[in-house]
């Protein structure tokens, strides 16, 4: 169900598979090469031409090769050991709902369609002699190209990760990984040696396919009239399987698996009892647990959600809708983007799959349902964007995900934190573009600030809160961690006055603060930047050391050459001598080195050296400025200084330059010592 893919990527995988199919066909006569587990059969390189159709006789079924994934996988499930077998069942159940789904939908678009009048439903039978079970939908069915692509390649993306998973994981973990992913169809090759797939496309004509497989590393297509629309799995079952020809035990699995399929699930002519799409009952009527069944049903998921929302309304439109918050998040481990997470239905209907139009694409992690009866049934992908109620709905539904969010915050912050460090990325991606709501989602976001624990976030609320009679802006440095940021010496005038600074450690949040500019009409400054000065009385400065460090100052000017903007006596530190600070309206020291991280070439802006001139090392230094203006060591010291600067800020200019220096200088302290 939720498994599936965007309509784009469908296409742009068709097309994949399209030309990996055709190179893996084998000449009809040729007997099918070995082909070695890992190596793909695209060495095999003859073209599918469709054979005329009296050739396509029973006895002339055509041989194909799977691709090389679906190999590895059948490999992997033929000889699995996975307790729960009977997950197989679950995916062929929710494979035939999407292809009742389907036709469901294309019969309320289209009159024109094979067997109209055939009823939307799923019918399991048992032949227990020949250990057989079958199952059987009226649903879209597959045309032979479509059974090619669909079932001799991997439709699903999910599913090739877990090939990929499965194959650099150790075999205990393999088993959970089978239940984790649900493989879908190829899973009924835990149970059966043998499978048959006959289907009849919903297309007007369409001729009859029979799909087999042993579940080696080829399977065969042969034209076999099917008599109505649909899809009938036989499955062989192995000779040990023989609970899955058990009525209770597949009663059972439906009731643990499926019992919210909105179709009617026949077993051996006795219709099981469902439950009604949740979304249409009262809240007075559902339980937690009512919500939790139905979220690991259209989620495969084994493990409940964080929090859910349940929404409906009857003016000015009509809608319901379920949303979930789940309890991880795998785009942190660095897969593809997920697909939108909300299907859009009208009346029980399903419209469209992880329809984009609902949620703005950084919420696509929230997964649910949305039913609105004032959708019409026949609405394209192309005017749902532009559909007045379908934009009521999103306005609607988009501000209660704020007001539940900003509640779960303050009534229950350590399950925000949970959602936090799952969806932070997704939270931060949404500030560029979300401008209606875009306060509530900076209200949302956390960071780390000297004036908390280690570890411990706050909201930019806090912040606020705790500012200055006198402060004006939001105070921040951004570094690669906790620690790096505490030391930094712009923080020390900060410290010394008592403001807060927040600490921005993830890369985004440099970014993300660019694009927000302000919070509840507080500016943000990067602490380099920021006019903070220390007072005569806050620094004890000495008006004599001063006026001495300013000569010292004109001095490195004249050595550090164009390297450096200007060099200043600073009026913000307290225990370091000097800081290198931006000039005025550059971007922050921190975020260029950012933007070198990512492009090595990028051009840094001129800074400031600003010398501390109560530090013992500015002093020594001014004294030997007066007594020997121009001695060597001085300024061996002097280009030190500014190049210490440097690769505290982690960007290493000169290496090779600087050791020799470095090791000059502790030549000449060596001699003195
Ligand atoms: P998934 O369901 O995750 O896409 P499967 O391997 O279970 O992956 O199924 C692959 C594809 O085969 C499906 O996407 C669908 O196009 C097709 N398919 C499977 N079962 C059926 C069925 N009962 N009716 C029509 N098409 C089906």
Not at 87 to 95: G, K, Q
Not at 406 to 415: G, N, Q, R, S, V
Not at 638 to 660: A, F, K, W
Request: charged residues 35%; proline residues 4%; negative net charge.
């Amino acid at each position: 169900m939720t498994k599936e893919k965007s309509h784009e990527e469908k296409e742009k995988n068709k097309e994949e598979k399209k030309t990996r199919s055709k190179a893996t066909k084998t000449e009809e006569t040729q007997e099918t090469p070995n082909v070695p587990e890992t190596e793909g059969a695209a060495n095999v390189d003859s073209k599918v031409e469709e054979p005329p159709k009296d050739e396509l006789a029973e006895s002339n079924a055509e041989n194909f090769i799977f691709q090389s994934e679906v190999q590895q996988l059948l490999h992997i499930l033929i000889y699995s050991l996975y307790k729960h077998k009977e997950v197989f069942l679950r995916e062929l159940i929710s494979n035939a709902v999407d292809a009742l789904n389907k036709v469901q939908f294309e019969s309320l678009k289209n009159s024109d369609i094979e067997d109209k009048d055939l009823d939307f439903k799923i019918e399991i039978t048992i032949d227990k002699d020949k250990n057989k079970l079958i199952i059987e939908d009226t649903g879209i069915g597959m045309t032979k190209q479509e059974l090619i692509d669909n079932i001799g390649t991997i439709a699903h993306s999910g599913t090739l990760d877990f090939v990929k998973k499965v194959t650099q994981s150790n075999s205990s973990d393999k088993m959970d990984l089978i239940g984790q992913f649900g493989v879908g169809f190829y899973s009924s090759f835990m149970v059966a040696n043998e499978i048959h797939v006959h289907t009849k496309s919903f297309h007007k004509g369409s001729h009859g396919y029979l799909w087999k497989s042993k579940g080696g590393n080829e399977y065969t297509i042969e034209e076999k009239g099917k008599q109505n629309r649909g899809t009938r799995i036989e499955l062989f079952l192995k000779e040990d399987e023989t609970e899955f020809v058990g009525i209770p035990r597949i009663k059972n699995i439906i009731n643990q698996h499926s019992k919210f399929v909105p179709f009617p699930i026949i077993v051996e002519k006795e219709k099981i009892e469902s439950v009604d799409a949740i979304w249409t009952q009262p809240k007075s009527k559902l339980q937690e647990k009512d919500y939790n069944d139905f979220y690991r049903f259209f989620q495969n998921a084994n493990e409940d959600s964080e929090t859910y929302l349940h929404l409906s309304s009857d003016a000015p439109v009509q809608f319901s809708s379920i949303l979930y918050i789940p309890k991880s998040n795998s785009e942190i481990y660095g897969w593809i983007k997920s697909d939108p997470g909300v299907d859009l239905y009208s009346k029980k209907v399903l419209i469209q799959k992880a329809c984009r139009d609902i949620l703005p694409e950084y919420f696509r992690f929230i997964k649910g349902v949305v039913d609105s009866e004032d959708i019409p049934l026949n609405i394209s992908r192309e005017t749902i964007q532009s559909d007045l109620k379908v934009n009521k709905i999103r306005k609607f539904v988009l501000k209660k995900i704020y007001d539940h969010f900003i509640d779960i915050k303050t009534k229950d912050f350590e399950k925000y934190l949970k959602i936090w460090k799952n969806f932070q990325r997704n939270f931060k991606e949404g500030v560029p573009n979300e401008y209606e709501h875009r306060e509530q989602l900076a209200s949302l976001l956390l960071f780390y600030s000297s004036k908390s624990p280690k570890d411990q976030y706050i909201d930019l609320d806090k912040y606020v809160e705790r500012m200055a009679k006198d402060q004006f802006e939001i105070y921040y440095a951004i570094g690669n961690e906790y620690e790096s940021i505490e030391k930094n010496p712009a923080l020390e005038a900060f410290k010394k006055k008592d403001l807060e600074v927040l600490y921005f450690i993830d890369p985004m949040d440099g970014w993300v603060i660019d694009h927000l500019q302000q919070y509840k009409g507080k500016m943000f400054r990067p602490v380099e930047a920021a006019d903070i000065k220390l007072d005569e009385k806050e620094k004890e400065q000495n008006p004599e050391l001063t006026k001495k460090a300013e000569d010292l100052a004109s001095y490195l000017k004249v050595i550090f050459g164009d390297r450096i903007e200007d060099v200043k006596v600073s009026q913000r530190l307290v225990d370091s001598p000097c800081i290198l600070v931006n000039a005025k309206d550059a971007p922050s020291i921190q975020l260029e080195r950012i933007m070198r991280l990512q492009n090595s070439k990028a051009d840094f802006s001129k800074k400031i050296l600003e010398i501390n001139p109560d530090h013992k090392l500015i002093i020594e230094m001014t004294r030997i400025h007066k007594e020997k203006p121009d001695s060597e060591y001085l300024k061996l010291l002097g280009l030190q200084l500014l190049d210490n600067m440097i690769l505290r800020e982690g960007v290493t200019e000169d290496v090779e330059s600087i050791i020799p220096r470095i090791h000059d200088i502790m030549l000449q302290a060596a001699q003195k010592a």
